[in-house]
């Protein structure tokens, strides 16, 4: 295929190796801000390939490693994850380590407000999210050979001291919003109440695979950004699209969502504690602080576009989003958006 990224010939022949001879088919797959990831059909295996960019890449990041790792950590929770079948380490076959996990039958809706579909299935979807993010959050690491897969405790500190650093070291124009928003989190940082869960850390509707025909989630992708961290991160950041508007990645603000059929925040929000482990109240801290996180991914977003390898073709639309962000973060924070939790 013409827009791979490496060289298809040199797939297939590691494929008919471990797997036996068989017929390749390849395509890319659209939507991604990170690590390139591919349909693949070896014979009659469908299987999905995910692998790092090529050439230089920040320390840490694009982490395939730590991908295929959750991924088989999770396989025999009620975590509904992809099966991992094999991580390739040796970047001369692709460019870049790889690794390959089953093909889930299901569909990726990246519109939260999920235009085609009924209002009874808008809420099944949106609550199902909330199932799904309280059942990963009940996993204990420990107990799923993840106890070493980040360090628990002054999570917060730790990631606004990371994100803040990050947004530093950009080349991008002076966002004065995403500033003061800063200053906020740093001076209302809630104390560490040692609570440690499995942090998805992108967990949002265009990243849950969906029932072909059912209202429900069927697998959850895009691990790169997990670790151990605090479960009202990953909950904060789940209730960002009742603070950001259809123009703004999708959000849902401002649209009519008693008709569409979509929950509240509140419910989503309740649906989440039924079957979650015990955890303190949200507040406008969680979501502002989500907010925060996420314009300092979209300024990333915009400095990879315009050094040319960012994995996206619409990258260079979202860069400028990290703005309109700060600024929603700034809202919540400031009492200036309504807001469900405490």
């Not at 993010?133 to 420990?142: E, N, Q, S, T």
């Not at 080349?171 to 809630?190: E, K, N, Q, V």
């Not at 990879?304 to 600024?327: C, D, H, I, K």
């Amino acid at each position: 295929m013409s827009d791979a990224d490496f060289d298809p010939a040199a797939l297939h022949g590691f494929l008919n190796t471990a797997f036996g001879t068989a017929a390749l088919s390849l395509e890319r797959i659209g939507g991604g801000q990170s690590n390139p990831t591919y349909f693949v059909t070896h014979g009659n295996a469908r299987m999905v390939l995910r692998k790092k960019p090529n050439g230089a890449t920040l320390r840490g990041a694009h982490a395939v490693d730590r991908e295929y790792r959750i991924l088989g950590a999770l396989l025999d929770t009620d975590v509904p994850v992809p099966r991992p079948i094999l991580y390739h380490t040796d970047e001369t076959l692709l460019g870049a380590p790889f690794y390959l996990m089953e093909r889930v039958e299901g569909r990726v809706f990246h519109d939260s407000a999920l235009p085609d579909l009924s209002p009874v299935d808008r809420k099944a979807i949106y609550l199902s999210m909330a199932e799904t993010l309280a059942r990963l959050h009940a996993v204990r690491p420990d107990a799923v050979g993840l106890g070493d897969y980040g360090r628990p405790g002054n999570y917060f500190e730790r990631q606004i001291a990371r994100w803040s650093g990050q947004w530093a070291a950009s080349g991008s124009d002076p966002i004065p919003a995403l500033d003061t928003l800063i200053a906020w989190l740093r001076d209302r940082m809630p104390e560490d109440d040692g609570a440690v869960a499995i942090a998805h850390g992108d967990f949002r509707l265009g990243n849950m695979l969906i029932h072909p025909t059912e209202p429900r989630v069927v697998a959850v992708l895009d691990w790169e950004l997990s670790t151990l961290g605090h479960p009202l991160a990953d909950l904060g950041f789940c209730c960002m699209p009742w603070h950001t508007a259809p123009v703004e990645y999708a959000g849902i603000l401002g649209l009519d969502r008693a008709a569409l059929g979509i929950p509240t925040e509140e419910a989503f929000i309740a649906r989440y504690r039924e079957t979650a482990r015990a955890t303190p109240p949200l507040d406008r801290f969680h979501v502002a602080f989500a907010l925060f996180r996420f314009a300092v991914i979209f300024v990333g977003i915009a400095d990879r576009a315009r050094a040319g390898n960012a994995a996206s073709e619409q990258a260079a639309t979202l860069g400028p989003l990290a703005p309109r962000f700060a600024q929603r973060g700034l809202e919540v924070a400031e009492g200036r958006q309504a807001f469900a939790g405490a």
